[in-house]
């Protein structure tokens, strides 16, 4: 393939996880009716579902699985104090030029030359530009001051890291875990939910003696790591990549990203950054409440240091659809040649884990289909959403389930009103087992773990 046509086909690829998602209910433009909203996305019934996957598996071995992590909600909107203590008024900013003829605006670092890129115009001098969504409180928008949108989820946690320590008695090293929606009022966005101006992230402080955090640096980019392959991340197109002193963040010691293969390059997916004792220092000086613990070791007070796993929900969904997305060639049912589409999601991962398709819509299939339904429902043993679809052709229901990503399928013919047994169709396969519906709990947790593997 010479470039160009690869260069296609990468582009062609994101064209069409972008028509998937719209065509299936994962991901559709935000105010959609009225035009839209620059680089702001809604999920659907199908998306929101494996974003919430998404964040229970994370949640389950970052904090469940552990003793040593707890868990924190706290607010999107906070004392400004907080922003000014933090650095992120005066240092979360990108340096902007504006054009003189047309008025865009553009980043100064990443322009190739000294004049506008749509119009050639001149452009003024940078300026810089604060990242920071900016509202107010109450009904007088001149007499309060501006409040910002948080655009991380972190300050929450430092603020509060004497509340988290007083109530459940934690000692180092210890981790206080948050996931939540950020905004950041980018200059540059793009390549779909990527890039985007609202997102949510999952984010993590862990405490760790000043003198061990390298150590536990290096831990947790292997944990972030570990969490990607559990999910079906393909580990050669993960690496880790260490920023240089001039791309690090104002409170950074070390940042490392974990980095995915995307069609147009390698992209950041997770960034572990060791923010030493910079926040709980500065929320300490600028609030007068010692943020700091009392280490039994030495009997004094100590600040410890911070290592933070930081992970963008949107981009790992970005991952894994591209991880995830297949075609295949196949003969169809009339000997003809024709692309498959799947996604080829984990079971922990599928928005829909099992499909329950009676063979037609033909009546006497119904009460039938409806008991195994409900059967699989209702299991102790089998969890997340299970589907029910009569709608159309049984191929093109298939056909929908493989697009969406559902492991399991069961269909339920006239034969199973005679012998009590029902189809289980593997999506990565298509074989069909037929199986006894007494036994169809225990042989669908066979093959779902079957696929884990
Ligand atoms: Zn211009």
Redesign the pocket.
């Given at each position: 393939m010479n470039n160009s046509t690869k260069q296609n086909k990468q582009n062609s690829n994101l064209d069409k996880i972008v028509s998937l998602c719209k065509r299936r209910g994962f991901i559709f433009q935000s105010s959609e009716i009225y035009g839209g909203l620059g680089s702001i996305w809604d999920y659907g019934p199908l998306g929101s579902q494996l974003k919430r996957n998404i964040k229970e598996s994370w949640w389950k071995k970052m904090v469940l699985e552990r003793k040593d992590v707890v868990g924190i909600d706290s607010s999107i909107l906070m004392n400004t104090n907080i922003w000014k203590a933090s650095g992120h008024l005066e240092n979360f900013t990108d340096p902007l030029v504006e054009?003189?003829?047309?008025?865009?605006r553009w980043r100064e670092d990443q322009l190739n030359n000294k004049?506008?890129?749509?119009?050639?115009?001149n452009?003024s001098e940078s300026r810089l530009f604060n990242l920071m969504f900016k509202t107010h409180i109450g009904p007088v928008e001149n007499s309060s001051t501006p409040i910002y949108l948080r655009p991380e989820t972190a300050q929450g946690i430092f603020v509060n890291f004497n509340n988290v320590i007083s109530t459940t008695r934690k000692k180092l090293p210890f981790g206080i875990a948050q996931i939540g929606k950020a905004f950041r009022n980018e200059i540059t966005t793009g390549n779909f939910i990527f890039r985007t101006r609202e997102f949510e992230m999952m984010e993590m402080e862990y405490f760790v003696y000043p003198d061990e955090d390298e150590t536990w640096h290096k831990y947790w980019i292997n944990e972030c790591l570990e969490w990607y392959k559990s999910i079906g991340v393909n580990s050669k197109k993960l690496k880790v990549r260490q920023h240089d002193a001039k791309e690090m963040a104002h409170y950074s010691k070390a940042t490392s990203d974990i980095e995915y293969k995307f069609p147009w390059g390698w992209g950041e997916i997770t960034g572990i950054a060791n923010r030493t004792d910079f926040d709980l220092k500065s929320h300490s000086n600028a609030s007068g409440e010692n943020l700091s613990i009392f280490d039994d070791k030495t009997n004094k007070h100590l600040t410890p240091f911070v290592i933070e796993p930081s992970t963008g929900i949107d981009r790992t969904i970005m991952t894994l659809l591209f991880e995830s997305y297949t075609e295949e060639e196949s003969i169809n049912a009339k000997g003809k040649s024709e692309t498959r589409v799947f996604l080829n999601f984990t079971p922990e991962i599928a928005p829909v884990k099992i499909a329950v398709l009676p063979l037609s819509r033909n009546e006497s299939l119904l009460p039938l289909s409806n008991k195994v339904h409900d059967l699989l429902l209702k299991s102790k043993i089998i969890d997340g959403s299970i589907d029910f679809d009569d709608s159309q052709s049984i191929g093109r229901r298939y056909r929908r389930q493989d697009e969406i990503g559902t492991p399991i399928c069961v269909t339920v013919d006239f034969e199973s009103l005679n012998d009590g047994s029902v189809t289980i169709r593997d999506r990565n396969t298509m074989l069909q087992n037929r199986v006894k519906i007494d036994n169809l709990e225990l042989s669908i947790l066979k093959q779902l773990n079957n696929n884990t593997q």
């Open positions: 054009c003189q003829e047309c008025n865009q004049s506008c890129p749509d119009c050639a115009g452009l």
